[in-house]
């Protein structure tokens, strides 16, 4: 703040003046809606995380409390179960994913150099979607229906029969949890494929902003088949689909696959970039470069692509063949193996280096100590005659939150610390900080210790009461007296950060005299971060600061305070950080926010069973959102031709150059994650049924299918055509391939729906026919997307308002096609898929 | 105001002064709650051959791990508080030996043995099948070839494989008998199986262990085995029907149950409802509830008045019996011996 207000005073720069308004976000209740500035969501992400967080560790003590003496009877086992299962799902929905993304939308810009992340509307949209799925989770309190079904939900216990609308409240909130997820995600590749500071080729990144890519990809395949799970329970909970229904041929265990399938991941999505900050704190603290990069890098590669391959480690005991299973066993020894390289890479990089025992660095070291523990422990569970012993007690409760809180949360509070100066331009007290940490690291220890040892004496998880007859009683009262403690201490810890935000002493640029590119910048940063794209020829760049004669000044100081009429920032190759064009991005909007609102309205009328109301809100939504896709960037012509001249990157930009055909490829990828979760739903569930279709009933099929998927082919033609029409510059040609294919596609989606509805069995019929239905309508769903897609860049092409070759029309159509033809191979697969796999196999 | 922050930051580190010493008279008392005398069901103190060889590996585990984390551990405090130097004098080849070599080589030993381990634990020749069957939150227990239909106690004869076959009623649950074995899921849509050896006659005491709402807490069982002589004698006599008893005030108790009880309990040669747990013997039963109250008969008194009190949300629902017909029908479930 210091280094901000001293240079205002030395000299009043109106550029400078200028671009700080045009950056800032707006103030008031209107101008809090409209934000989409990554660092106010960032920290917005980040604060609603800690009150979740509070709320999870208040519902821990009573979890602890019941626990504390055999046969208490303080909670029942309705509050006792429905506790637990919002202390678990809190901790890992609303908690941990959302407190990673409101870091990563705050760091990852200021660490390479951006503006702004690469989809600000976006963020805000993701934020209120959070904010408003965590509300509806805890609205089940109002109406005294709280799920307790536990933070896994497993089938059948969490469908229609054996649970109450409290379920409804958690799948509907955590829905839109993930659609926030998901949309960070997106955000946080893209920024970082795209926005770094020319010059910081992928070996200079930071290891954290290499967590963060990795985990950015990692969500986009795990939290899908999770919001395909939660969407195919909702439907056999609202509207009549026999997915998980045992009776009609569902699958008791197909939930534990799609449910594992992300729950496995989700814990290295929490971890990744818990050991991207511990990298940061300890390269700092050691004021050394950390050892073994590319070791490091490959580990959290493998433990990423690895973590994929782990997921039916969680079902060891539901009975599924021995021999196989051992294979997740050894796989998840290679995390043991990634984690270890680590681990040894940091204790080389802090050699000799005699670190100063600050509070960032006293949380790393906590972080050792226990995350270690938990490692060790994790490799107990991984193998599997272990696990079936200890599967499902309290030993795996205590590993579990020995590596979430030693693993993940230590780390967050190291690096909210660590990066406290740049969070809120003011250091923390010292004291207290060290306090805090003191008592919860000590708390930790005696609660989640003794654990191991009531587990392994056979007390189980999600019991209520225990007899005193297990011998585990002193152990109990001790665990829960450690709570007490580790509560004290986290409480003291936030407490003591939320004081220092307002009363701390005033932050200097760089107190821990770190090495990446945030702690060029004053404490807190200036709304607009950096005043021009920095330079970057090192991993630190603050320590070795780029040659004067590096040629990519020249760029970078013509976009000083540049644009000032727009927001814009440099956009810059994959690999090499190649300045390649100026990427426009969208300023203070309410967009996103009244979406949100929509899609909430379209939650809570599924919830009141008003499904005609849901419909309606679910239209607004995607009508709201087509508007806000089509509205065009406010660009001032005369700025954009005077830097045009100057720059030596054109402003806007197409195809893999800009950022929103990245955000199309992203989106891609996750319709194609969901797709591919229903075609192994489809095949899943023959594999375990007697007859397929299930219960003799008739088969669809004949030459109607056939012929409703032919106009796909046909529409190639048209997609041939329009492509053909823009490179060759034929406006006619172009529009006409345009109409041809938005022509063959209405053919589709008409004769998609006349088929479907005279299928000879409806949708409740059994497993078979919902997923029947539910894979030949996900194609036409998305044609009706595309179709408006391209009918949005017909009339684009049509109305001749821009140039044939200006870049957004030619983006407009490259997103508009990829996304027919991506549309036109699912319709073509599902024909195969329902159609022709049951005659072959 | 600067006075007070210096006095609270006093008492803070005074605080942080003791807290040493809480910590360690808390781990000397974790040390001495879990030492006293060995617990009922630890997974330590096996009862059979499977747990013994699963606790083997878990000691395995236990002291490399414990080695291996100590060595970390002084390594980091070597790195720390070592001679100060300008460069790491350590790097690839530490990293390398420490964090992938040699952990490769334990990890390949454990998975040998795993391999192993789970080859032995799914052969041999099981010689007694039995068929258990979850409902909420209790245990159907069937021997085939014999019409013995039991809840939440099973009877097995020692030193012989069982292979246990399972399957839920309703939602997920999971059978474990800690001392015994690990444990094994059961799905309501396909069986699953476990084996099992008992080493010594006894009890040993089992859980439902997924998750599945309501008295979860509250669903256990007991295994109990015998002598292979005495089991046979067991078999003979469960598989008998129970005689007509002809105390008066038994005999009314019979002619209760019938009107009170018949619609959901089965006893054989009276009710063939199955609902609820069969009753044919109950009197021998040593738990009311699935494990949750001992047998006596004013527990049972208090069960059949209200069931919800003792073990809640179960789907058994209160009775109003007048006092003599509940007298008369505590005296004919405790003659079902």
């Known amino acids: 703040m210091t280094t901000t207000q001293d240079r205002s005073h030395d000299k009043i720069d109106p550029a400078e003046q200028r671009f700080s308004e045009l950056w800032s976000s707006p103030t008031g209740l209107k101008g809090f809606i409209a934000t989409v500035n990554n660092r106010p969501i960032g920290k917005r992400y980040m604060v609603t995380a800690l009150i979740f967080f509070s709320i999870a560790v208040a519902m821990a003590l009573l979890i602890r409390a019941q626990l504390a003496f055999p046969r208490n009877d303080l909670l029942g086992p309705d509050a006792y179960n429905g506790v637990f299962t919002m202390h678990g799902s809190t901790m890992l929905y609303l908690f941990a994913v959302p407190f990673i993304e409101g870091l990563g939308l705050y760091l990852i810009p200021l660490m390479i150099g951006a503006r702004d992340v690469a989809f600000p509307r976006l963020s805000s949209f993701g934020y209120w979607l959070y904010l408003f799925g965590g509300v509806t989770m805890y609205a089940s309190f109002l109406f005294g229906q709280v799920p307790d079904a536990g933070w896994t939900a497993y089938t059948p216990l969490s469908g229609p029969k054996y649970s109450g609308l409290g379920l409804d409240f958690w799948l509907l909130g955590l829905s839109m949890v993930e659609i926030a997820g998901l949309g960070a995600a997106v955000e946080i590749v893209v920024t970082i494929l795209k926005f770094r500071a020319p010059g910081m080729a992928i070996h200079r990144m930071p290891l954290i902003v290499w967590a963060y890519l990795i985990i950015g990809v990692m969500i986009i395949f795990a939290f899908t088949p999770l919001l395909l799970g939660t969407m195919l329970l909702e439907m056999d909970r609202s509207f009549g689909t026999r997915f998980f229904d045992v009776d009609r041929g569902g699958s008791s265990l197909l939930w534990q696959h799609l449910f594992w399938f992300f729950g496995h991941p989700e814990v290295y999505i929490i971890f990744l970039p818990a050991t991207g900050v511990v990298t940061s704190v300890v390269e700092t603290f050691s004021r050394r470069r950390v050892v073994a990069y590319k070791l490091i890098l490959a580990a959290l590669m493998i433990t990423g692509f690895v973590s994929f391959g782990l997921w039916s480690h969680h079902m060891f005991t539901a009975g599924l063949p021995d021999l196989p299973m051992l294979f997740f066993t050894a796989a998840s020894f290679m995390i043991a193996l990634a984690s270890g390289t680590q681990i040894f890479a940091w204790i080389a990089t802090l050699w000799g280096t005699r670190p100063r025992f600050s509070v960032p660095f006293l949380y790393v070291l906590g972080f050792f100590f226990i995350f270690l523990n938990g490692g060790f422990t994790g490799v107990m569970v991984a193998t599997m005659p272990f696990d079936w012993q200890v599967h499902d007690t309290h030993f795996v409760v205590a590993h579990f939150h020995h590596v979430l809180i030693g693993g993940a949360v230590f780390p967050f509070l190291a690096g909210l610390h660590y990066w406290m100066p740049k969070l809120t331009g003011r250091m923390f007290n010292d004291r207290f900080a060290k306090l805090g940490f003191w008592v919860a690291f000590l708390g930790f220890n005696i609660t989640f210790v003794p654990m191991y040892f009531i587990g392994a004496f056979g007390m189980r998880r999600r019991v209520y009461t225990y007899s005193e007859d297990l011998g585990v009683t002193d152990l109990n009262l001790i665990s829960s007296l450690g709570a007490i403690l580790l509560a004290f201490g986290l409480a003291t810890t936030l407490l003591n950060l939320l004081i220092s935000m307002r009363k701390g002493r005033v932050a200097p640029q760089n107190p821990w005299e770190a090495g990446t590119l945030e702690w060029s910048l004053p404490s807190p940063p200036p709304s607009y971060g950096f005043e021009k794209p920095p330079v970057v020829e090192d991993l630190y760049p603050e320590w070795k600061r780029a040659s004067l004669e590096n040629p990519l000044h020249t760029i970078s100081e013509t976009l000083k305070f540049r644009p000032l009429s727009w927001r814009g920032t440099l956009v810059t190759d994959v690999t090499d950080a190649r300045p390649q064009a100026v990427q426009y991005l969208p300023g203070p909007t309410r967009i996103p926010f009244v979406a949100a609102v929509a899609l909430l309205a379209a939650a809570v009328s599924v919830l009141a069973k008003t499904y005609i109301l849901a419909l309606v809100a679910a239209l607004c939504a995607s009508g709201i959102i087509a508007r806000w896709l089509y509205r065009d960037p406010q660009i001032a012509e005369e700025e954009f031709r005077e830097l045009s001249a100057r720059l030596k990157v054109p402003l806007s930009s197409s195809g893999s150059v800009s950022a929103g055909w990245w955000g199309m490829l992203g989106l891609i990828g996750i319709i194609a994650t969901a797709y591919g979760g229903l075609v192994y739903a489809y095949y899943y569930l023959w594999l375990y049924s007697e007859s397929w279709p299930q219960f003799g009933l008739p088969e669809p099929g004949g030459l109607s299918p056939v012929l409703v998927t032919s106009p796909l082919i046909l529409s190639l033609f048209g997609v041939w055509m329009s492509k053909r029409g823009r490179a060759a510059t034929r406006p006619g040609m172009l529009s006409f391939g345009l109409t041809t294919t938005c022509f063959f596609g209405t053919l589709f989606v008409l004769g998609g729906i006349l088929v479907l509805a005279r299928v000879p069995f409806g949708i409740d019929e059994s497993a078979y026919s919902s997923i029947y239905y539910i894979l030949n309508g996900f194609p036409l769903l998305l044609a009706i997307v595309a179709l408006g897609l391209l009918g949005a860049t017909l009339r684009r092409v049509l109305s001749r308002k821009e140039a044939f070759n200006e870049a957004r029309l030619v983006l407009w159509l490259q997103n508009s096609e990829l996304f027919w033809l991506f549309t036109a191979l699912l319709g073509v697969l599902s024909y195969l898929v329902t159609q022709v796999s049951p005659h072959l196999i | ?337």
């Open chain 2, 1 to 337: 105001m600067t006075v007070k922050i210096k006095t609270t930051q006093k008492r803070a580190s005074s605080i942080a002064g003791i807290l040493p010493q809480v910590a360690v008279g808390l781990l000397l008392s974790i040390l001495n709650a879990s030492c006293t005398d060995t617990p009922r069901d630890s997974i330590f103190n096996p009862g059979g051959p499977a747990a013994a060889r699963i606790a083997e590996l878990g000691w395995e585990m236990i002291w490399i791990f414990t080695g291996y984390f100590l060595v970390t551990l002084l390594l980091l405090a070597l790195a720390l508080r070592g001679r100060k130097r300008e460069k790491s004098p350590i790097g690839f080849r530490f990293v390398f030996v420490l964090g992938i070599a040699l952990p490769t080589l334990i990890l390949v030993k454990i998975l040998i043995s795993t391999l192993q381990l789970t080859l032995d634990l799914g052969s041999g020749k099981s010689e007694l099948q039995i068929e258990i069957t979850s409902h909420h939150w209790w245990f159907e227990v069937r021997y085939p070839g014999y019409p013995i239909i039991d809840a939440n106690e099973i009877h097995i004869p020692v030193g012989k494989m069982i292979r246990f076959k399972l399957l839920s009623k309703a939602v997920v649950h999971s059978f474990w008998v800690p001392r015994l074995t690990g444990k094994r899921d059961m799905l309501p849509d396909h069986p699953t199986e476990l084996r099992m050896t008992a080493g010594e006659p006894g009890i040993y005491h089992g859980t439902c262990t997924e998750y599945c709402a309501g008295p979860h807490a509250l669903m256990a069982f007991k295994l109990i085995a015998h002598e292979p002589a005495e089991f046979e004698k067991w078999l003979r006599t469960r598989a008998e029907v129970p005689a007509v008893p002809v105390d008066p005030v038994v005999l009314k108790g019979r002619t209760v149950f019938e009107k009170a009880c018949a619609n959901c309990h089965a006893i054989r040669g009276l009710s063939e409802a199955r609902v609820g747990p069969d009753l044919t013997y109950m009197g021998s039963r040593t738990t009311i509830g699935a494990g949750t109250v001992p047998n006596t008969k004013g527990n049972m008194a208090g069960w059949i008045a209200n069931p919800q009190k003792i073990k809640p949300r179960n789907l058994m629902p209160r009775s109003y019996l007048p006092p003599e017909d509940l007298h008369s029908l505590l005296e004919y479930l405790e003659s079902l011996k």
